[in-house]
């Protein structure tokens, strides 16, 4: 395994292009995700998109163990959310942008599917941080960065009323 290096800088053109669909789950790729994970750890991320380390395909590793540790770090190939419900406002950084910290509004349950690297496909729930950090992720391979979704109602929202970050709509 090796750690790789961070893409990083808001308007560096592969953290805004939208990354390949991958279409065969080579040995390269399972050693990309490998690195993928040692990078992630060793800069003490939580999650990572396989357009950070310089590679445009549509790939995620996400390990939220110091949070969560009931919730197994997992990799997915070419994810989709295919279910979106409530809202949450949260603090997000991203390991593409050091030093930049915002309060972002996400879904506050999401359900994704995607590809394991052994092929099989998964389809699963998540909600609150694993939820944030899956949006946050399928992002990345989109070209989106967090500082695109700033609202600066929402940072208030949070100092003024922080009761009031967590809410859900019906539907
Ligand atoms: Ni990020």
Do not use: W
């Not at 310089?54 to 070419?78: F, K, M, Q, T, W």
């Not at 496909?121 to 946050?136: C, D, T």
């Amino acid at each position: 395994m090796a750690v790789l290096n961070i893409v990083v800088g808001e308007n560096t053109p592969i953290l805004r292009e939208k990354a390949s669909p991958v279409e065969q789950i080579s040995a390269n790729i399972s050693k990309l995700v490998q690195d993928m994970f040692e990078t992630m750890r060793s800069a003490q991320g939580i999650g990572l998109a396989a357009p950070q380390v310089g590679v445009s395909n549509r790939i995620i590793a996400i390990d939220i163990n110091d949070y969560h540790p009931e919730i197994p770090p997992i990799a997915l190939i070419n994810p989709v959310i295919t279910r979106a419900e409530g809202e949450e406002l949260g603090e997000e950084g991203c390991l593409s942008l050091p030093g930049y910290r915002g309060i972002v509004r996400r879904a506050m349950d999401v359900t994704v599917k995607g590809l394991l690297l052994n092929t099989d496909e998964v389809e699963f729930e998540a909600s609150g941080l694993m939820a944030r950090v899956l949006q946050h992720e399928i992002d990345h391979l989109d070209g989106v960065l967090f500082i695109d979704r700033l609202i600066l109602e929402d940072q208030e929202l949070l100092e003024t009323q922080p009761e009031r970050i967590k809410r859900t709509n019906s539907k």
